[in-house]
């Protein structure tokens, strides 16, 4: 069938346009696509549980720091090899995803909005509260020795870009997937209509449990890649601002759309580029946007080029 | 055996009396027609029957085994199909996507045989020349096609129809009646029914409920000729 | 100090944290209640409140009442209109989704916070009480000697803190004859009641939810300009009201307003008391996953009835 192989195009096209522009595109803007490629990855979580079960947490910052100190605790007191501290922080945020998702998923609707933003705020004090290790809201950093992959320095632009390309990579094509098998159209059904699904004999919670913890995974799969990347681990990553941002990201780029997350990290991030020869107050920028996207294009980029060129658009 | 049997069951909602002790025996391969004036509690018992509704007690059999504590999704699996009362498909779905999730909770795995069923029930419901269109697009009366379809491409022993026929045409009507009879013998029907010409012409048994009570059963000809089910939707008292 | 008299500070303590919140919370209850959304924003109102009192008081100058008086007029009807304002601009247009109005004050939320930043600054700025007297505070116990009345050092109160629990309590009364005495009381509980009917029977909706709206930014407003004296102005101040407004509006049982009066009342004593003895992150960890265990397995709220 057509409608498959032109997102399939769609998908691979993005991803050379990828490799080429880091060889085109001047050193700031290579550094720049690491860091979306690595929020995009944060984004393509939320998106798989917002977008596309049709699950609005408010506190998946939760799932970034899980993953994030997961990773770089690892490092910081067990001196733990990179692989394996990634392994770690990937169990950690999968851990954390189904201990909420067994309890907030007992709400709905706004209810989940606000426990799922109480727990994350919760998380976040935790994080506080055990300074000692954690350094609190100052945060600590990993040194360029402990951040060997495989005897391979990621901290180069080129190592960077490309390990972070590799996991992005792993994770678009990887979505684009999963949301064309029965599972994930499974979850679209439930967005659309969870009565119906139930009454299909579908269990509606074990579907929605899985949807959190696979969506909670690879949120904590971005933290621990930007933890590793970057080499710096912080209290803010698991504040509420880092929330309310993926869902900015999503929300821009195309709620329930494949190429959504990564378009709504892109635009954003140089929109506040752009902004910041006249203002510092990016969050500023963001509310303006959330507030005009929430007004005005609901379904975000990709969700109006959908409806107005590509129909086709997964 | 009967397909389907409920024993003494019981909604109370916050004090009012939905149903009461209903014990009920459906006819495996028949079409039972369920009425009763507004009010009586058809729905909550077919909701109850689903697991939409929890029982406040009471227990219902399927295929002679105790199903009461079943969510409902696990009793749809049994082999239940159930449509709604109020036109439930997925609005921001195709024809064919709707109708592959209803097939595809058992035919996902073959990706042939899910197609051929789709094809096939979106055939016999005739609305296979708009299996690409967004479903919310349809219009009402092709959304309880589509409705019936995805309870057919279940391929359920027992199908459960809430007023199936609700603010459809008189044609519509015509059409439902000559596919409802067509499936006769292939599985067990129980439809909820205000319309008297369906009930009339479609149901081979009938029953009766009347203030969350079981009121009467019978041949539609039994239960025409029967006064105090004329009393119930006339509303006069029986005399004593 | 001993015990005893350290508990019946915390507890004096916890009576003004309760009366703040009271105000805080009744406002984000009446918005939920008429509206059935939730404002995320609502602690910037909070926030503004508490700036726009420094603004015109440090703009009025002379005696500090002066510019308390004209802060308390002032600043709770200025914020009322800016949120009326939001209202008209923003959760209008939206229909009132749930949904999308969360997002939508998500936004309003840091449009608020980051422009007060960038207008007023990162600094934590002071409010002059009008007055402030410490008021000594006696204890009674036991002794060798019989029944003894004693001052123990360091248990006193400032009689700005005593009027204000004086003052939450009044607006409380006040509120409470507006919405059950006035016209414009009644037309709003019967929104609440059902927007469809009330629509039908000629009440302007739209106005009606503005003015709730206003209402309830106004409502935490005014607990900020009675807190600025003891709590410095900030542009982040908003967090802790409204992470506190919600724990009382959920245990209060969404929307009701005795049940949001009673649970203010012991969420704000309890914060008094605990932060007094425990460390307040620890408090607030506590609270936090507490409050969010009580949404998961009682949505109702504690105080609520349960439906069947």
Redesign the interface.
């Given at each position: 069938m057509t409608r498959f192989s032109k997102a399939d195009a769609l998908h691979l096209g993005i991803l050379a346009m990828l490799v080429i522009a880091f060889f085109v595109l001047p050193t700031y803007h290579v550094g720049a696509v690491s860091r979306i490629m690595v929020l995009a990855v944060y984004a393509i979580g939320l998106n798989l549980l917002f977008g596309y079960t049709g699950l609005l947490s408010l506190g998946h910052a939760m799932f970034f720091a899980a993953g994030m100190y997961g990773f770089g605790l690892a490092i910081k007191f067990m001196a733990a090899p990179v692989l394996l501290a990634f392994v770690l922080a990937l169990i950690a945020a999968a851990a954390l995803s189904l201990v909420v998702g067994l309890l907030a998923l007992r709400t709905a609707g706004v209810a989940f909005m606000i426990v799922t933003l109480m727990f994350a705020q919760t998380a976040y004090l935790v994080v506080l509260y055990f300074g000692e290790f954690t350094r609190g809201d100052e945060g600590f950093v990993l040194q360029q020795a402990e951040r060997l992959l495989l005897g391979f320095d990621v901290t180069s632009e080129t190592g960077r870009y490309f390990v972070a390309f590799s996991v992005f990579a792993i994770c678009f094509l990887g979505f684009a997937r999963l949301v064309q098998t029965p599972f994930g159209k499974r979850l679209i059904a439930i967005r659309e209509n969870e009565e119906r699904a139930r009454m299909l004999g579908y269990d509606v919670g074990r579907y929605k449990l899985l949807a959190l913890i696979v969506s909670g995974t690879i949120s904590g799969c971005a933290g621990a890649l930007y933890a590793l990347l970057f080499g710096y681990v912080g209290a803010t990553f698991a504040s509420v601002q880092y929330s309310i941002l993926p869902l900015l990201w999503v929300l821009l780029g195309g709620a329930g759309t494949t190429i959504g997350p990564l378009i709504g990290v892109m635009f954003m991030f140089y929109l506040i580029d752009a902004s910041s020869a006249y203002t510092n107050s990016y969050m500023l920028i963001a509310g303006l946007v959330l507030v005009l996207l929430t007004m005005f294009a609901p379904k975000g980029i990709a969700g109006i080029l959908r409806l107005r060129v590509m129909p086709w658009l997964p | 055996m009967n397909i389907l049997e409920t024993k003494g069951l019981t909604k109370v909602?916050?004090g009012v009396v939905a149903n009461a002790d209903v014990d009920f025996t459906l006819r495996r391969g028949q079409i039972t027609a369920l009425i009763g004036p507004n009010g009586a509690g058809k729905s909550t018992f077919v909701g109850m029957v689903?697991g939409?509704i929890p029982a406040t007690r009471g227990q219902v059999f399927f295929e002679g085994r105790d199903i009461s504590a079943l969510p409902?999704?696990?009793r749809?699996?049994l082999g239940m199909a159930?449509t709604?009362q109020i036109t439930?498909?997925?609005?921001?779905?195709s024809v064919y996507?709707n109708v592959?999730?209803?097939a595809?909770?058992t035919l996902?795995a073959d990706p042939e045989a899910l197609d051929r069923r789709i094809t096939a029930v979106l055939e016999r419901v005739g609305i296979k020349d708009r299996s690409r269109q967004i479903a919310g697009d349809l219009s009402y009366g092709h959304q309880r096609i589509l409705e019936i379809a995805?309870g057919l491409a279940?391929d359920p022993e027992l199908f459960i129809l809430d007023e199936p026929t609700q603010g459809l045409a008189e044609s519509e009507v015509a059409d439902f009646i000559n596919l409802i009879r067509t499936l006769a013998g292939e599985t067990t029907i129980l439809l909820i029914e205000h319309n008297m010409k369906v009930v009339m012409e479609a149901a081979d048994y009938i029953t009766v409920l009347d203030q969350g009570m079981l009121l009467a059963e019978g041949t539609p000809a039994e239960i025409h000729a029967n006064a105090a089910v004329q009393a119930a939707y006339l509303g006069t008292a029986v005399d004593a | 100090m001993d015990f005893g008299p350290h508990l019946m500070l915390a507890t004096l303590e916890g009576a003004v944290i309760a009366a703040i919140l009271v105000l805080t919370a009744m406002g984000l209850s009446i918005v939920f209640g008429v509206m059935r959304v939730v404002n995320v924003a609502h602690g910037e109102f909070y926030m503004l409140g508490a700036v726009l009192a420094w603004f015109v008081t440090s703009f009025l100058g002379g005696h500090p009442a002066i510019g308390f008086v004209a802060a308390i007029l002032i600043a709770p009807l200025l914020v009322g209109l800016i949120a009326a304002a939001a209202d008209q601009l923003v959760l209008k247009h939206i229909d009132y989704d749930p949904d999308r109005t969360i997002v939508g004050t998500i936004g309003i939320l840091f449009i608020i916070q980051q422009t007060t930043l960038m207008t007023f600054g990162p600094e934590a700025r002071p409010v002059a009480a009008p007055f402030n007297q410490r008021l000594a505070l006696p204890w009674f116990e036991f002794t060798d000697n019989g029944f003894e009345m004693f001052w123990p050092w360091g248990l006193s109160i400032t009689s700005y803190k005593l009027f204000v629990i004086a003052a939450a309590l009044t607006v409380l009364v006040a509120l409470w004859l507006f919405l059950t005495r006035t016209r414009i009381g009644l037309i709003m509980r019967a929104t609440q009641q059902d927007s469809e009917t009330a629509q039908a029977f000629g009440v302007p909706v739209g106005l009606v939810y503005s003015c709730v709206f206003g209402l309830g930014a106004a409502l935490a407003a005014l607990g900020a300009v009675l807190v600025v004296p003891i709590q410095q102005a900030h542009y982040l101040m908003g967090a802790d009201p409204l992470l506190l407004s919600f724990i009382v509006v959920i245990i209060g049982g969404l929307g009701s307003l005795p049940g949001t009066v009673i649970a203010a009342i012991l969420i704000g004593m309890s914060d008094g008391i605990i932060s007094v003895f425990f460390s307040p992150t620890l408090a607030k960890i506590i609270a936090t996953f507490l409050v969010a265990m009580v949404l998961v397995f009682r949505p109702q709220g504690l105080l609520g009835r349960t439906s069947t």
């Amino acid at each position: 069938m057509t409608r498959f192989s032109k997102a399939d195009a769609l998908h691979l096209g993005i991803l050379a346009m990828l490799v080429i522009a880091f060889f085109v595109l001047p050193t700031y803007h290579v550094g720049a696509v690491s860091r979306i490629m690595v929020l995009a990855v944060y984004a393509i979580g939320l998106n798989l549980l917002f977008g596309y079960t049709g699950l609005l947490s408010l506190g998946h910052a939760m799932f970034f720091a899980a993953g994030m100190y997961g990773f770089g605790l690892a490092i910081k007191f067990m001196a733990a090899p990179v692989l394996l501290a990634f392994v770690l922080a990937l169990i950690a945020a999968a851990a954390l995803s189904l201990v909420v998702g067994l309890l907030a998923l007992r709400t709905a609707g706004v209810a989940f909005m606000i426990v799922t933003l109480m727990f994350a705020q919760t998380a976040y004090l935790v994080v506080l509260y055990f300074g000692e290790f954690t350094r609190g809201d100052e945060g600590f950093v990993l040194q360029q020795a402990e951040r060997l992959l495989l005897g391979f320095d990621v901290t180069s632009e080129t190592g960077r870009y490309f390990v972070a390309f590799s996991v992005f990579a792993i994770c678009f094509l990887g979505f684009a997937r999963l949301v064309q098998t029965p599972f994930g159209k499974r979850l679209i059904a439930i967005r659309e209509n969870e009565e119906r699904a139930r009454m299909l004999g579908y269990d509606v919670g074990r579907y929605k449990l899985l949807a959190l913890i696979v969506s909670g995974t690879i949120s904590g799969c971005a933290g621990a890649l930007y933890a590793l990347l970057f080499g710096y681990v912080g209290a803010t990553f698991a504040s509420v601002q880092y929330s309310i941002l993926p869902l900015l990201w999503v929300l821009l780029g195309g709620a329930g759309t494949t190429i959504g997350p990564l378009i709504g990290v892109m635009f954003m991030f140089y929109l506040i580029d752009a902004s910041s020869a006249y203002t510092n107050s990016y969050m500023l920028i963001a509310g303006l946007v959330l507030v005009l996207l929430t007004m005005f294009a609901p379904k975000g980029i990709a969700g109006i080029l959908r409806l107005r060129v590509m129909p086709w658009l997964p | 055996m009967n397909i389907l049997e409920t024993k003494g069951l019981t909604k109370v909602y916050g004090g009012v009396v939905a149903n009461a002790d209903v014990d009920f025996t459906l006819r495996r391969g028949q079409i039972t027609a369920l009425i009763g004036p507004n009010g009586a509690g058809k729905s909550t018992f077919v909701g109850m029957v689903s697991g939409r509704i929890p029982a406040t007690r009471g227990q219902v059999f399927f295929e002679g085994r105790d199903i009461s504590a079943l969510p409902a999704h696990k009793r749809i699996q049994l082999g239940m199909a159930y449509t709604f009362q109020i036109t439930s498909v997925f609005r921001g779905l195709s024809v064919y996507e709707n109708v592959a999730l209803a097939a595809g909770r058992t035919l996902s795995a073959d990706p042939e045989a899910l197609d051929r069923r789709i094809t096939a029930v979106l055939e016999r419901v005739g609305i296979k020349d708009r299996s690409r269109q967004i479903a919310g697009d349809l219009s009402y009366g092709h959304q309880r096609i589509l409705e019936i379809a995805m309870g057919l491409a279940q391929d359920p022993e027992l199908f459960i129809l809430d007023e199936p026929t609700q603010g459809l045409a008189e044609s519509e009507v015509a059409d439902f009646i000559n596919l409802i009879r067509t499936l006769a013998g292939e599985t067990t029907i129980l439809l909820i029914e205000h319309n008297m010409k369906v009930v009339m012409e479609a149901a081979d048994y009938i029953t009766v409920l009347d203030q969350g009570m079981l009121l009467a059963e019978g041949t539609p000809a039994e239960i025409h000729a029967n006064a105090a089910v004329q009393a119930a939707y006339l509303g006069t008292a029986v005399d004593a | 100090m001993d015990f005893g008299p350290h508990l019946m500070l915390a507890t004096l303590e916890g009576a003004v944290i309760a009366a703040i919140l009271v105000l805080t919370a009744m406002g984000l209850s009446i918005v939920f209640g008429v509206m059935r959304v939730v404002n995320v924003a609502h602690g910037e109102f909070y926030m503004l409140g508490a700036v726009l009192a420094w603004f015109v008081t440090s703009f009025l100058g002379g005696h500090p009442a002066i510019g308390f008086v004209a802060a308390i007029l002032i600043a709770p009807l200025l914020v009322g209109l800016i949120a009326a304002a939001a209202d008209q601009l923003v959760l209008k247009h939206i229909d009132y989704d749930p949904d999308r109005t969360i997002v939508g004050t998500i936004g309003i939320l840091f449009i608020i916070q980051q422009t007060t930043l960038m207008t007023f600054g990162p600094e934590a700025r002071p409010v002059a009480a009008p007055f402030n007297q410490r008021l000594a505070l006696p204890w009674f116990e036991f002794t060798d000697n019989g029944f003894e009345m004693f001052w123990p050092w360091g248990l006193s109160i400032t009689s700005y803190k005593l009027f204000v629990i004086a003052a939450a309590l009044t607006v409380l009364v006040a509120l409470w004859l507006f919405l059950t005495r006035t016209r414009i009381g009644l037309i709003m509980r019967a929104t609440q009641q059902d927007s469809e009917t009330a629509q039908a029977f000629g009440v302007p909706v739209g106005l009606v939810y503005s003015c709730v709206f206003g209402l309830g930014a106004a409502l935490a407003a005014l607990g900020a300009v009675l807190v600025v004296p003891i709590q410095q102005a900030h542009y982040l101040m908003g967090a802790d009201p409204l992470l506190l407004s919600f724990i009382v509006v959920i245990i209060g049982g969404l929307g009701s307003l005795p049940g949001t009066v009673i649970a203010a009342i012991l969420i704000g004593m309890s914060d008094g008391i605990i932060s007094v003895f425990f460390s307040p992150t620890l408090a607030k960890i506590i609270a936090t996953f507490l409050v969010a265990m009580v949404l998961v397995f009682r949505p109702q709220g504690l105080l609520g009835r349960t439906s069947t």
